[in-house]
């Protein structure tokens, strides 16, 4: 599939949402439009089981508009998919044909097995985790997965969500201490008839607004140096403290609350319960969000019927770092040629012992390699700036955020003192080792840039040569090779400072004498 511009209307139980994509092979899959509407479906649903006119008809309403604003985006390719409101309702078919009638638009009816596994996708080609347990909770029910390796184990379906919890359990507008234990013992009680999920200690990963949103009130309440809650990550402790936070909280101040959607007010509570059980039962030590879910697990399955090898969930986020590289006018060929010299300089090092061999090491320093120095596509004298925001403040599938921020920093690496600024916010983040090997690295990196400064491709090979008192760095070149001559004399100050040792350069084109070519220009 190489280009293809899609909507998809999820008609869940709390929220209707229209999401617009354009997905084309060079650049993958882009968000182009996302509107909500909370429409509260699971409140229409009758004592009878049956939805109520009144909900069948903000439904027609809500397509109705969702339909003008496709044609307002040319948008024809559009997938309507119904979750638990629709699928709980007695009259789901009634439903179903009414839509068809009214708005044109073909409603499909997920099962409560294909609304789990959509889920794991979106999860498994989106997070460097691999093996986890999943959980949506939405507005009238609740899906658990558990991956191993990023192959799909078990899934269940809960005929509950933060709505449906809320109708049953809380009288008011907020939960209060009762409900609350009455609420927790019963979560409790469901999720022990999973055994599949008992103690097996392996990270949540937690998918939907409600989950979003807790992400949100922490990061507000801890005033978070990085934007996104996609790949961040937070403890059984959090949990707990941001509960005993909201709890004090009145209705009007939880609609008040930074990072609270207004709407979410009466049902965060429900689902930060659901949420700290389930860490209990799983015996669970890491919380994780991510942004993506059912919408994007749809989209992600029918592209990869089509093209088998658009998306990688085995390695995340490699597919998606030369995607980014490419947006910012990085092709294909300058990223593996700086990922060949990034590997060929480090080895040297190695095999030398001026730095010591990591396979991990090597890896971060490929990731870097293939988007450093990004921001020049924007301006070229603030190009280190750009490139430390655009990395560390967007979200990137497969990075958790520490690794985010740990790869902005060996990316936009200039000079120690840039470097210094960059990290301050972070720097709890990394031990003092840590610190040490991502500057040492980004100086390393910065010089292997300056070998293709012309973007000719020109150096063959790096050699380094122990000398009594200093170290000689050959480069062959395969021809000219003034700019790279300039650039690398400018920056080995960087590396020498990394790697505690004086060094000569000397640049040998293919075929000429050695001499010819002088030392340390």
């Not at 929220?15 to 479906?41: F, M, P, S």
């Not at 789990?116 to 029910?141: E, L």
Request: aromatic share 10%; proline share 2%; net charge negative.
């Amino acid at each position: 599939m190489n280009e293809l511009k899609t909507a998809i209307i999820d008609i869940g139980s709390n929220t209707i949402r229209l999401v617009l994509y354009q997905y084309n092979n060079e650049e993958g899959l882009h968000e182009l439009g996302n509107i909500k509407t909370v429409a509260r479906l699971r409140t229409y649903i009758l004592p009878s089981g049956e939805m109520s006119q009144e909900g069948i008809q903000v439904l027609v309403e809500t397509l109705l508009t969702f339909k003008a604003m496709l044609e307002d985006f040319e948008v024809t390719d559009v997938k309507a998919a119904a979750t638990a409101a629709i699928r709980q309702a007695t009259n789901r078919d009634q439903i179903i044909s009414e839509m068809k009638e009214q708005t044109g638009i073909q409603i499909e009816l997920l099962s409560e097995e294909e609304e789990a596994y959509f889920g794991y996708v979106a999860v498994a080609y989106s997070s460097g985790t691999k093996s986890a347990v999943t959980i949506d909770i939405g507005g009238g029910s609740t899906e658990i997965t558990l991956f191993e390796n990023k192959e799909i184990q078990q899934s269940h379906s809960f005929p509950f969500g933060t709505v449906s919890l809320k109708q049953r359990f809380v009288k008011g507008d907020i939960i209060n201490s009762s409900e609350k234990k009455e609420l927790i013992a019963f979560i409790k009680e469901q999720f022990q008839t999973l055994s599949w999920i008992q103690n097996v200690g392996l990270p949540i990963i937690a998918i939907g607004g409600s989950a979003r949103n807790i992400a949100q009130i922490h990061q507000q309440k801890h005033d978070y140096p990085i934007a996104s809650v996609h790949g961040y990550e937070m403890t059984k402790e959090n949990l707990d403290d941001l509960s005993l936070f909201l709890g004090q909280l009145s209705f009007q101040e939880l609609k008040q609350l930074d990072g609270l959607s207004s709407d979410r007010a009466d049902i965060i509570l429900p689902a930060l319960e659901v949420f700290r059980v389930l860490m209990d039962v799983v015996g669970s030590k890491s919380f994780q969000l991510t942004k993506k879910g059912l919408r994007e697990g749809l989209i992600i399955k029918r592209i990869l019927q089509t093209d088998g090898n658009a998306f990688d969930k085995y390695n995340v986020f490699e597919g998606n770092a030369r995607r980014l590289a490419r947006q910012y006018g990085r092709t294909e060929k300058e990223v593996d040629y700086l990922m060949h010299l990034a590997d060929q300089l480090y080895r040297e090092c190695c095999h030398l012992g001026y730095l010591q061999y990591n396979a991990e090491d090597l890896q971060l320093l490929s990731k870097a390699a293939k988007v450093f120095n990004i921001g020049e596509y924007i301006e070229l004298s603030s190009a280190s700036q750009h490139t430390f925001y655009l990395i560390a403040n967007q979200s990137i599938d497969g990075l958790n955020h520490p690794e985010r921020v740990k790869l902005a920093l060996l990316a936009s690496y200039k000079n120690k003192d840039y470097f210094e600024r960059f990290a301050a916010p972070f720097n709890s983040w990394m031990s003092r080792e840590d610190y040490r090997k991502i500057r040492d690295f980004g100086a390393l990196l910065k010089f292997v840039y300056a070998l293709n400064v012309s973007k000719r491709n020109v150096v063959h090979a790096i050699e380094m040569h122990p000398e009594e008192d200093y170290v000689q760095l050959n480069i062959y070149v395969k021809n000219n090779a003034a700019a790279e001559k300039y650039q690398a004399n400018r920056h080995k100050k960087h590396l020498e400072r990394a790697l505690k040792i004086p060094m000569t350069i000397n640049f040998i084109e293919e075929g000429w004498n050695t001499d010819d070519n002088g030392s340390n220009e």
